[in-house]
């Protein structure tokens, strides 16, 4: 699925726009390690979590972008390194459950 | 062929994880597959956040030669009592700080057992930590 594509599916606003286009799986979890080990190329990630080591953990794990449930947000420097590694981060109003459902309901592959 | 050293300080969140991104881009300059790339990102970044949340300050060294990627580490301490306990899926000291960010799933070191080809510890209570990982070049 294209993050154009997920944007919609998810009512979510752009926080930080990335240079991937594609998803190719999903995960959820705020436990780093755990991310860290199920990082994979292209993956949408949904967290609570909103400080710069997200951004480091999503970066070497060459992911497509993090997904901030419950209308959480970033601060603007967390987006500034978002936008310096390519990583886009969105904000949704759904809670994690509904946004998990919803990608899996549209196909895409857990990690 | 290539060796690289990496000051790493106790409790700085702030840069944690710039080594690692480092190491990463070195890399990936050098050709590196994108599947050896993420094993090393997965335990470089471990190895480097253990650093800055456990020890009281070490260092990172990258070195690359034709055959493989060596990543090492070695802290001024405090050292591990139990290395066999650590070593254990879940097992975590991390404090409350470290954990509300997300860290203490005691998942470091087994991660890094996981992505290396070979996976060395030595601890010293009261002295430090030398960690050693290979990563074969295929
Ligand atoms: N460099 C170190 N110096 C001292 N103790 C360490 C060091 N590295 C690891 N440990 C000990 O080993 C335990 C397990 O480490 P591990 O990386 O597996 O988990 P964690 O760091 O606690 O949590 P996670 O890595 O999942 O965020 C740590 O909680 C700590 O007690
Ligand atoms: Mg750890």
């Known amino acids: 699925m294209r993050i154009s594509e997920l944007i919609t599916l998810l009512d979510a606003r752009v926080l930080a726009e990335g240079n991937k286009a594609d998803i ?31 951004i480091a953990v999503a970066s070497l794990g060459e992911m497509a972008c993090v997904i901030l449930p419950e209308g959480i947000v970033m601060e ?25 459902g919803l990608m899996h309901q549209q196909g895409i592959p857990p990690a | 062929m290539m060796h690289t050293d990496y000051p790493v300080e106790a409790g700085d969140f702030t840069r944690a994880g710039e080594a690692s991104a480092d190491i990463k881009r070195r890399l990936r300059q050098l050709g590196v597959s994108t599947e050896l790339l993420r094993r090393v990102a997965v335990a470089s970044y471990e190895l480097e956040l253990n650093i800055v949340i456990h020890s009281v300050g070490g260092q990172l060294s990258l070195e690359v ?16 009592v139990d290395v066999a306990q650590a070593m254990r899926e879940g097992y975590s000291t991390a404090n409350d700080e470290a954990r509300s960010m997300g860290f203490g799933a005691g998942m470091g070191l087994p991660n890094m057992r996981r992505n290396a080809d070979v996976f060395t510890i030595d601890s010293v209570p009261g002295r430090g930590t030398d960690i050693q990982m290979l990563f074969e070049l295929a």
């Open chain 1, 24 to 54: 190719t799986c999903g995960y959820s979890c705020d436990l780093l390690s755990l991310v860290m080990g199920r990082g994979r190329e292209g993956m949408a990630w949904v967290t609570v979590q909103t400080h710069l080591n997200v």
């Open chain 1, 76 to 100: 603007p420097p967390i987006l500034d390194k978002a936008r310096e590694e390519g990583i886009t981060v969105l904000s949704s109003p759904k809670t994690a459950f509904a946004i998990c």
């Open chain 2, 65 to 80: 030669d034709s055959q493989c990627v060596r990543l090492s580490s070695s802290d001024r301490g405090p050292g591990i």
